[in-house]
């Protein structure tokens, strides 16, 4: 099983492109979730979902948008980029239940110009 | 809103010495997770406590999960360079909080 998968690896933008990371999980979960980390501040939540067809927002949801049309895919779009969105951004999934672990993909680092 | 605050946010020890590290919010969770995040890597789930007061271990490693299930602690003995990482604690139902972090060195 190759577990969460993200891509691409590295990306960088400029100012105003868009794009899309793509998370691919292979374990059934229910559940699946986009953070980004920045230095300092931990994992912050963007939007997550607990099932196909649905999304809801994290801590941090300005500036970007999901979808989950499958249930085991996550994209993550940004429409117009900003540097205040250069970071790493992770993927995870998990089950059901009340206090499953959440495996997380490898991580995306982003660089807006 | 929840926040989970870690302290130290760095330590730097020799290997062999023992360390703890503290996770602490004002609000009530359900449970907490510590997750070990190494570098380019996602993090890694550790351990999940539930229940006030519980302590689970982890080979060299003791987690605590406060009694009024505000607080948990992660404590290593005999550090070492193995465990250098970064530590995250995370808190709630499904819908995770992370702390800010801990980035742990150990020195051989």
């Known amino acids: 099983n190759a577990g969460v998968t993200q891509t691409p690896k590295f990306r960088v933008l400029k100012t105003g492109q868009s794009m899309t990371l793509l998370c691919a999980q292979d374990?059934?979960?229910?559940?699946m979730y986009w953070y980004r980390q920045d230095p300092g501040m931990g994992l912050r939540l963007i939007h997550y979902?607990?099932?196909?067809?649905?999304?809801a927002k994290g801590e941090v949801p300005d500036g970007y948008n999901v979808s989950r049309l499958k249930k085991q895919n996550f994209l993550l779009g940004l429409e117009s980029a900003a540097p205040s969105q250069t970071s790493v951004y992770f993927c995870?999934?998990?089950?059901?239940?009340?206090?499953?672990?959440?495996?997380f993909g490898p991580g995306t680092r982003l660089t807006v110009l | 809103t929840q926040l989970l605050e870690q302290s130290p946010q760095f330590l730097s020890i020799q290997e062999g010495e023992n360390l703890t590290v503290y996770c602490n919010s004002s609000?009530?969770?359900?449970?907490l997770q510590w997750y070990r995040q190494e570098p380019g890597e996602g993090p890694v789930l550790l351990v999940t406590?539930?229940?006030?007061?519980e302590v689970k271990k982890l080979k060299r490693l003791t987690f605590q999960f406060g009694d009024a299930r505000k607080d948990s602690s992660l404590h290593i003995t005999a550090a070492q360079p193995g465990d250098t990482g970064l530590y995250l604690c995370?808190?709630?139902?499904?819908?995770?909080?992370f702390g800010t972090g801990t980035r742990l060195k150990v020195l051989a």
């Open positions: 979902s607990v099932g196909e067809g649905t999304t």
């Open positions: 609000s009530v969770f359900s449970s």
């Open positions: 374990m059934n979960h229910e559940y």
């Open positions: 406590v539930v229940t006030g007061g």
């Open positions: 995370a808190g709630g139902t499904y819908k995770y909080i």
């Open positions: 995870a999934s998990s089950s059901r239940t009340r206090t499953s672990e959440q495996f």
